[in-house]
């Protein structure tokens, strides 16, 4: 990782520690910045006693949990760092006294202005995942866990940032033969579900709604694995395509029993494994945190071909960015 965004993560940190007990941890945001930190959710969940909360932007302005205040910590997303429902969420976190730490890939933004904190991370072709979005995040994340529980063992989740980049190129040489062939095959369907659960429900929730959604005009649904037999798996049938996300952790039994049911009534079931990815270099202890930024690589991969077969470029908008809304 960068140096300067070490640097940024160290100044957040100690903002961060110098709140007399942090009594919850917000994650706000709108799309796929919401999803993509998801995980940072789960893995305070599953960590640390501290609740932590993920909402989209402007239900959390809404919602104005009863809690926040100057013992809160407000972790906001922004690509552009210009979306007005998370400069709204910042400014609101901060007129209730709480700390701000914002995420964006564009410096001099409003989310930076806004911000108390930012944290600024790379994009594109070429950069070292370690730099990317995901990257940042949990090397912010796990400092924070460190901090906050005193235990050395997030050193070893620190750690493997510095393989992610070796990781990530293993899945797309291992995933880009299997994803031109499912793209091949689904190119022509007119919906397509995302099932998935636990430490993937942000990567999944974003292949359905801004990879095939937003960018593909394909109808989708995000589908929680837990959920799926509460109603949405009513709609399997033997034409129905599913793409699956089968993860690591505690969840895994559970993805696994939808597929068994959906592989019963449906010739388009389609499952990424998360098992099947390389990650020698990660601690047992952090594979399934780890393992989401790999289907994240896969899920891309699919985006990418989707792309490619249907001759609609990821970048083409109907709406965002065009009208007024």
């Known amino acids: ?23 919850h941890v917000y994650f706000v945001a709108c799309g796929g910045s919401m999803a993509f930190m998801q995980p940072a959710e789960y893995i305070f969940n599953r960590e640390c006693d501290i609740p932590a909360t993920i909402l989209p932007a402007r239900e959390f302005t809404t919602r104005n949990p009863h809690d926040l205040g100057n013992h809160s ?8 760092g210009s979306t007005p429902e998370t400069n709204e969420a910042v400014n609101f976190a901060k007129s209730k006294g709480a700390l701000t730490v914002g995420i964006t890939y564009t410096a001099g933004s409003d989310l930076e202005k806004n911000s108390d904190f930012t944290l600024h991370y790379s994009w594109g072709k070429g950069t070292d995942a370690s730099d990317l979005n995901n990257g940042v995040l949990y090397g912010f994340i796990f400092s924070l866990l460190k901090s906050i529980t005193g235990d050395n063992k997030f050193e070893k989740g620190l750690k493997a940032l510095d393989s992610l980049e070796t990781m990530a190129d293993r899945v797309r040489k291992q995933f880009g033969e299997t994803a031109k062939k499912w793209t ?8 397509i579900y995302a099932v998935g659960s636990g430490i ?15 960018m593909q005009w394909i109808h989708s649904g995000y589908i929680n694995s837990a959920e799926y037999f ?20 505690v969840t895994r039994k559970m993805d696994q029993r939808v597929i068994d ?10 499952v990424i494994d998360d098992a099947d990815f390389d990650m020698h270099e990660v601690d047992d202890d952090f594979k399934e ?8 690589v896969a899920f891309r991969q699919l985006a990418e071909g989707f792309a490619y077969e249907r001759g ?7 709406y965002m960015g065009h009208l007024d809304y």
Request: hydrophobic residues 35%.
């Open 1 to 23: 990782m960068k140096k300067e965004y070490q640097q940024e993560i160290k100044n957040a940190l100690a903002a961060a520690e110098k709140i007399d007990g942090i009594n």
């Open 73 to 80: 910590l407000v972790v906001s997303c922004s690509h552009s």
């Open 184 to 191: 091949s095959e689904l190119k022509r369907e007119k919906l």
């Open 200 to 214: 993937n429900t942000g990567e999944t929730y974003s292949f359905s709604a801004c990879w095939l959604q937003e």
């Open 230 to 249: 509460h109603g949405p798996f009513e709609v399997t049938d033997f034409d129905v395509p599913f793409i699956i996300c089968k993860g690591l952790g």
């Open 261 to 270: 049911f959906a592989k019963k009534h449906s010739q388009k079931v389609y």
């Open 289 to 296: 945190y780890y393992s989401q930024i790999l289907s994240g």
């Open 312 to 318: 609609h470029s990821l970048d083409v908008r109907r």
